[in-house]
């Protein structure tokens, strides 16, 4: 069984699917703004054999109000993330739970969210929504994880990271941890809590105002019609 992990946001995106016994990686993706980085992606993966799902080169877009920004990119990811459910190998997906904080430009990436989930939907795979402190938990032992641990944990668990610009990379970490997160509440939910790590039981075992029921005791997320 692959699961996947995505991480979006309006100006770079990166999805990694994983095998869900093994976290070996089966395939990435990404939209970035450096044609480069692509090129380096395609010779990437040619060399490791894993597959390279559809990619996008983005506009920067410069000397553009940031709103006329946004609906250009939601014009240009959609059919993207429409690709990324169709056609690759993928049983579910986790992606980040909503971001908080105008500063950050929270808003603008539930946007971006809204799309992704959207084409989730419209082909009924079940996804499940992560914070970013328990996905840095799972892959490091740590909600706190800066982007050197994060990218020391996927080098660790077997990820062969593409020599790609620094963005790049800390967004297919950050994706590659949430379908491990996936690929631990699957086999946590199969075979039982047993031998599951302390941190990575933490995380699924955890509560909050927000999540009140556990990730163990939640369904993923599906099309309701």
């Not at 690709?83 to 739970?97: K, L, P, R, T, V």
Request: with cysteine; net charge positive; hydrophobic share 45%.
């Amino acid at each position: 069984m692959i699961v996947a992990g995505w991480d979006v946001s309006p100006n770079h995106c990166a999805a990694v699917g994983i095998d869900a016994k093994t976290h070996e990686v089966a395939w990435v993706a990404v939209a970035c703004e450096a044609k480069r980085t692509i090129a380096k992606l395609e010779e990437w993966s040619r060399d490791q054999k894993i597959e390279l799902a559809p990619c996008m080169l983005l506009p920067k877009l410069e000397g553009i109000g940031k709103h006329a920004k946004s609906v250009d990119r939601i014009h240009r990811l959609a059919p993207l993330f429409d690709s990324w459910c169709h056609g690759i190998a993928c049983s579910a997906i986790c992606i980040e739970d909503y971001a908080v904080g105008a500063a950050h430009g929270s808003h603008y990436i539930g946007e971006i969210g809204g799309l992704a989930r959207l084409a989730m939907l419209r082909v009924k795979i079940g996804f499940r929504m992560i914070g970013v402190k328990s996905a840095k938990k799972v892959a490091t032992g740590s909600g706190n994880a800066t982007k050197p641990q994060m990218r020391e944990a996927a080098i660790k668990a077997g990820f062969k990271l593409p020599d790609v610009d620094a963005q790049t990379q800390e967004d297919l970490c950050d994706a590659f941890a949430m379908a491990q997160c996936l690929a631990w509440e699957i086999k946590v939910k199969a075979q039982g809590i047993g031998e599951c790590p302390k941190h990575v039981r933490e995380v699924l075992l955890s509560k909050s105002k927000a999540n009140p029921t556990p990730i163990l005791s939640r369904s993923l997320h599906f099309a309701t019609s």
